[in-house]
């Protein structure tokens, strides 16, 4: 069996999120790239029985390679943010109350409030603007691919999150941080009221955090 350590990873972090209530029954999906290929969670297995041989590994192009299970029916939302982005190695897709009543809101974005938020999302999280119906897999993975642009977290309208990251604990990390500031930016009666961080400061944060987190002095 290929990708044995990424397969571990992959059900380690699907039982810590199911944990957590990230994941209700079998939605929500999690993936890894490794070179040429994606190992992604298979469609309706229970994450409490899934074996690292149930995992499916399938190409750039969508082409299932290695598994005896089909693909998580949102594999192209993976699979085209990956194609887009070359800085991203794992994706989570979770079903978390916050970030799915963000997501069922008329806004173009949740504001970048918080510093968490111009470090590890680089600013504001994108929610594309059409409902794609869950059985259009593709539509929904163009539209998640085009809205998150150069971002690391989306909210597919009326559905949930989707997080990225350099590894899969940056992606959970960030999955976390959408849902807290969802939490965050829902909490309030007004929340068009919110005052961004200035934009001059989101991209220095960010640049922070990717080349100078834990290697300064002061
Ligand atoms: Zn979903």
């Known amino acids: 069996m290929t990708y044995e ?4 990873k992959i059900i380690e972090t699907c039982l810590k999120l199911q944990k957590a209530g990230y994941f209700p029954g079998t939605w929500g999906n999690v993936s890894i790239r490794c070179g040429d290929v994606i190992i992604i969670t298979p469609s309706r297995i229970c ?4 074996k690292p041989e149930d995992l499916t590994i399938i190409d750039i192009d969508g082409k299932v390679t290695e598994g005896i299970h089909p693909p998580s029916s949102e594999k192209e939302v ?6 887009n982005r070359e800085d991203i190695y794992a994706i989570v897709h979770a079903h978390t109350p916050y970030a799915m009543a963000a997501s069922a809101m008329e806004i173009e974005a ?15 999280i994108p ?30 309208k009326n559905h949930g999150p ?15 941080i959408i849902e807290k ?3 965050i930016y829902l909490s309030v009666s007004r929340p068009d009221r919110f005052c961004p961080i200035p934009e001059p400061f989101i991209s220095s944060e960010r640049n922070r955090y990717l080349y100078q987190y834990g290697k300064e002095n002061t």
């Open 5 to 8: 350590k990424e397969r571990n």
């Open 47 to 50: 994450y409490n029985i899934m």
């Open 78 to 83: 993976h699979r085209q943010i990956y194609q």
């Open 110 to 124: 949740v504001p970048c409030l918080v510093e968490e938020m111009s470090q590890l999302l680089g600013g504001s």
């Open 127 to 156: 929610v594309t603007q059409v409902y794609v119906p869950a059985k259009e897999h593709a539509r929904l993975g163009e539209a998640a691919a085009a809205a998150i642009g150069n971002k690391n977290g989306v909210l597919l």
């Open 162 to 176: 989707v997080s990225c990251g350099r590894d899969i604990e940056e992606a959970v990390l960030t999955a976390e």
């Open 181 to 183: 500031v969802c939490q």
